[in-house]
């Protein structure tokens, strides 16, 4: 049966082969196999077991090498083909350049870190001002923004990863990929310089703000102090004046005598002599009676006159006790202003002791403040704009190489993409080789059956 398959298969085949004299060698082929495949199909039913047949790759590689001159022109065509496609594909090129960030402490102020630069080079105002100056100089932009910033790169290194510590490198190489030799040079060189003259003095400025900001609240402490310490001299002269006038009010009511002293001495001398000597004491002048002691004495003459006993004035007993009345009167008015002076004096002298201390506090506040504000001041001096000679340079950032007009192209890479190119054409050839097969294959396994 087998037998008789193959021999009516392959004469058919044979037959047709030559009864058409323009057939292809793979219709032959492929006949021959679709018979092969179905008597290895046949024999594996009839032992009740389905498997693919073994001579598959066989046939396979005998289709593959009886077409290899085809294969071969085909990737040939396709390489010739893509290498003649890639001329007309524009040039990439590729510049490199680094960066040195200045990590520098100053007072309270952090030093900027390489990543915070990284995302400032990246930053869309950042290369809008490279987009516009492109567009300027080039005279035509270049292509869409969010395309155009993808062709900005920025590495750093890290220098320690641990959990405790991530410590980056001060250094960040910075790449441009563009189109053209002098655009991608332009670009490079305009990205370096708008970083540097743009956030160069980042922490740098951020101190020259805090110097002025300082500044102006030193000159407002100054302002403060002054008014402060009239206020206090004011307050004082008021607490002093108080004093006198509630001494001056104690002593109409009883006068206080010192002892003396010896400011109440004066010695004059007369030329060198001291037999001409002359010593002058002056008395401090006697002071009026006070009126509580007045007032004392007048009742003690009342009682004494009420009593019919001699009292010390000629005065009747009417006169006695109206001018005691007087006295007592008097008395108690002084001794209500004597009141009110002491709360006046209280108060004045509450008032100058928390001037005083809002005064030491604006005082110390000042100090701690001009210590600060020399260190402040010191670093703002370090402040630097690039001159525009050079390499560009700032506080914080500067430049440590400068852009070199490139040379190679990056892209395109003409002779691998044509072998790419060329080995997936043969791979695809290959494949439709394949998938002829197994349909010319399918169509003579129903034919016999």
């Not at 928390?354 to 010191?378: F, H, N, P």
Request: hydrophobic fraction near 45%; charged fraction near 25%.
């Amino acid at each position: 049966m087998y037998c008789a398959n193959l021999v009516c298969d392959e004469s058919t085949a044979t037959r047709g082969s030559f009864s058409h004299p323009a057939g292809s060698q793979l219709t032959r082929a492929s006949a021959i196999g679709s018979v092969k495949a179905t008597m290895a199909i046949e024999r594996s039913e009839s032992s009740g077991f389905r498997h693919p047949a073994p001579s598959v790759a066989a046939e396979r590689m005998l289709l593959v090498w009886s077409h290899r001159w085809l294969l071969l022109t085909v990737a040939v065509i396709v390489a010739i083909g893509t290498y003649i496609a890639m001329w007309f594909v524009p040039e990439e090129f590729e510049v490199k350049t680094a960066v040195y960030v200045n990590r520098m402490e100053i007072f309270d102020i952090k030093p900027i870190s390489p990543l915070t630069v990284a995302a400032l080079a990246k930053n869309p105002g950042l290369l809008g001002g490279v987009y516009e100056e492109y567009t300027t100089k080039f005279g035509q932009k270049p292509g869409d923004f969010e395309k155009f910033v993808k062709q900005f790169d920025v590495a750093s290194e890290t220098l320690q990863d641990t959990t405790v510590k991530k410590e980056f490198s001060p250094v960040l190489e910075l790449k441009v990929r563009f189109r053209g030799k002098e655009q991608t040079y332009f670009l490079a060189e305009s990205w370096v310089r708008n970083l540097v003259t743009k956030f160069g003095n980042v922490a740098l400025e951020e101190a020259k703000k805090r110097a002025e900001a300082m500044g102006k609240r030193d000159q407002e402490l100054e302002a403060e102090l002054t008014a402060l310490d009239q206020e206090k001299a004011k307050l004082a002269s008021q607490v002093v004046g108080h004093r006198k006038i509630l001494a001056e009010t104690l002593d109409v009511l009883a006068p206080s005598y010192l002892p003396e002293s010896f400011d109440h001495v004066a010695r004059q001398f007369t030329d060198k002599n001291v037999a001409n000597l002359n010593v002058t004491i002056n008395q401090p002048p006697v002071k009026p009676e006070g009126l509580w002691s007045r007032y004392l004495r007048l009742q003690l003459d009342l009682e004494r006159a009420r009593a019919g006993l001699p009292v010390s004035s000629t005065a009747t007993l009417e006169m006695l006790a109206r001018e005691e009345r007087v006295l007592s009167d008097t008395i108690v008015q002084l001794n209500t202003r004597i009141r009110e002076l002491e709360v006046t004096l209280a108060q004045t002298q509450e008032r100058l002791n928390m001037v005083s201390r809002i005064y030491d506090d604006k005082l110390a506040e000042r100090q701690r403040l001009r210590s600060a504000l020399d260190v402040y001041r010191s670093v703002a001096a370090a402040y630097s704009e690039w001159d525009g000679k050079g390499l560009p340079a700032a506080g914080d950032l500067r430049a440590l190489s400068a852009p070199v007009m490139p040379q190679l192209r990056v892209w395109p890479k003409r002779t691998l993409v044509a072998g790419a190119a060329a080995i997936a054409a043969l791979f695809i050839t290959v494949a439709i080789l394949f998938l002829r097969q197994l349909l010319v294959a399918t169509t003579t396994e129903r034919k016999v059956a």
